[in-house]
Nanobody, 121 residues
Framework: VQLQASGGGLVQTGGSLRLSCSAS????????IGWFRQAPGKEREFVAA????????LYANFVKGRFTISRDKAENTVYLQMNDLKPEDTAKYHC???????????????WGQGTQVTVSS
């Protein structure tokens, strides 16, 4: 499976974006799809993750209430709806696959190329 993130762009503070993580192959029910982000000069950090098989999600504390992760099995895509964006959300956002619902980067593999999100103040 290859993952491709898209949907980034430039928005003003308070704006919204929806990122997409499209899979080129089959995602199995045991798989987890997660979103991470990396700002210049900073470590990559966990944002959110979802099970593919059923509604079960995990969020970083800093995005709760603003971001929503969802999946569309028919489209083979996981979305990250981001609302009330702040300048500190500026980063390159990547999606990746894991075998357990986890926030640790080491659990994820098959990283896709990221999509840039820039939030202006």
């Amino acid at each position: 499976v290859q993952l491709q993130a898209s949907g980034g762009g430039l928005v003003q503070t308070g704006g919204s974006l929806r990122l997409s993580c499209s899979a080129s192959g089959r995602i199995y029910s045991s798989h987890i799809i997660g979103w991470f982000r990396q700002a210049p000069g900073k470590e990559r950090e966990f944002v959110a993750a979802t099970r593919w098989s059923r509604e079960s999600t995990l969020y970083a504390n800093f995005v709760k209430g603003r971001f929503t992760i969802s999946r569309d099995k028919a489209e083979n895509t996981v979305y990250l709806q981001m609302n009330d964006l702040k300048p500190e959300d500026t980063a390159k956002y990547h999606c990746a696959k894991a075998n357990s619902l986890d926030s640790h980067e080491r659990e994820y593999y098959q990283w896709g190329q990221g999509t840039q999100v820039t939030v202006s103040s």
